[in-house]
């Protein structure tokens, strides 16, 4: 794959004339290529934060043995909740929109 190369032009327009080598991006991707790496980790940390506000906490399930005398065995299945603070959900949220706003005013 060395030999591969990859032809978009700095407004992500294919060339006229692509060479047989080359390979095309999808031009959806042109967007993040351009993107600003503040600004996409922004964009997670508001996705997690908004998850994190949504949820009250992640729940599952654990089977415990109750009872073990010989071949008689009783089980019983306690759901478990991780707690998680929508305050820690709010925080997480605001960092994002404070990267996503400072990651798209342009430098001077």
Same mark, same amino acid.
């Given at each position: 794959?060395?030999?591969?190369?990859?032809?978009?032009?700095?407004?992500?327009?294919?060339?006229?004339? &692509?060479?047989?080598?080359?390979?095309? @991006?999808?031009?959806?991707?042109?967007?993040?290529? /351009?993107?600003?790496?503040?600004?996409?980790?922004?964009? $997670?940390?508001?996705?997690?934060?908004?998850?994190?506000?949504?949820?009250? /906490?992640?729940?599952?399930?654990?089977?415990?043995?109750?009872?073990?005398?010989? %071949?008689?065995?009783?089980?019983?299945?306690?759901?478990?909740?991780? &707690?998680?603070? %929508? $305050?820690?959900?709010?925080?997480?949220?605001?960092?994002?929109?404070?990267? @996503?706003?400072?990651?798209?005013?342009?430098?001077?």
């Amino acid at each position: 794959m060395d030999s591969d190369r990859i032809e978009v032009s700095e407004n992500c327009t294919r060339s006229e004339q &692509p060479q047989e080598d080359s390979i095309h @991006v999808w031009p959806g991707a042109c967007s993040l290529m /351009g993107m600003k790496p503040m600004t996409l980790l922004g964009i $997670v940390l508001i996705i997690i934060g908004v998850f994190l506000l949504v949820s009250q /906490g992640i729940t599952y399930t654990k089977t415990e043995k109750v009872l073990d005398i010989g %071949p008689v065995e009783a089980t019983t299945h306690r759901q478990k909740t991780i &707690p998680i603070s %929508p $305050v820690a959900g709010g925080v997480i949220l605001a960092a994002g929109v404070v990267l @996503v706003i400072s990651g798209a005013k342009p430098r001077s």
